[in-house]
């Protein structure tokens, strides 16, 4: 079983500029990158065609941590001061399930721990001291 936590960027459009910047001055190396665009349509939300450049998601690789930043899905709004969370990556879906309801206790879901095209279980919430966790399952190989 693998449980990691790492610090989560999301933006709100600008999320490639914020890459480079991260490049530059903190020698950061790009290890994934996809766009919106990249990903698999959903029908019953359609993408607009001005975000499909937007990142979707990216991990970049800061001296021996992995920073991931990406763009908020097009329509969303994310406040000033909450742009960072921390992502949960567990290998085990059992085990996220219960990160996930221990985390929202006294808390607020913003996203139901559910399985998307990029994770067998993946949830946000808001912990009852206002802190953003982001519940993330990796596929099994």
């Known amino acids: 079983m693998i449980l990691h936590l790492t610090p989560f960027i999301m933006l709100d459009g600008n999320a490639k500029e914020a890459i480079d910047f991260y490049v530059q001055s903190l020698e950061a190396k790009v290890v994934f990158i996809q766009t919106f665009g990249e990903s698999p349509e959903t029908p019953e939300i359609p993408l607009p065609a001005h975000a499909r450049?937007?990142?979707a998601h990216s991990v970049l690789k800061v001296g021996q941590t992995e920073l991931m930043v990406s763009d908020i899905s097009p329509g969303q709004s994310h406040p000033i001061g909450?742009?960072?969370t921390i992502c949960i990556t567990t290998s085990d879906k059992e085990q996220a399930v219960q990160l996930y309801e221990s985390l929202r206790q006294?808390?607020?879901?913003?996203l139901e721990l559910q399985e998307t095209h990029f994770s067998p279980a993946y949830g946000m919430v808001i912990d009852k001291f206002g802190v953003i966790f982001q519940i993330f399952?990796?596929?099994q190989r």
């Open 106 to 110: 006294d808390g607020q879901v913003s």
């Open 137 to 139: 399952t990796e596929r």
């Open 53 to 55: 450049d937007r990142i």
């Open 82 to 84: 909450k742009q960072v």
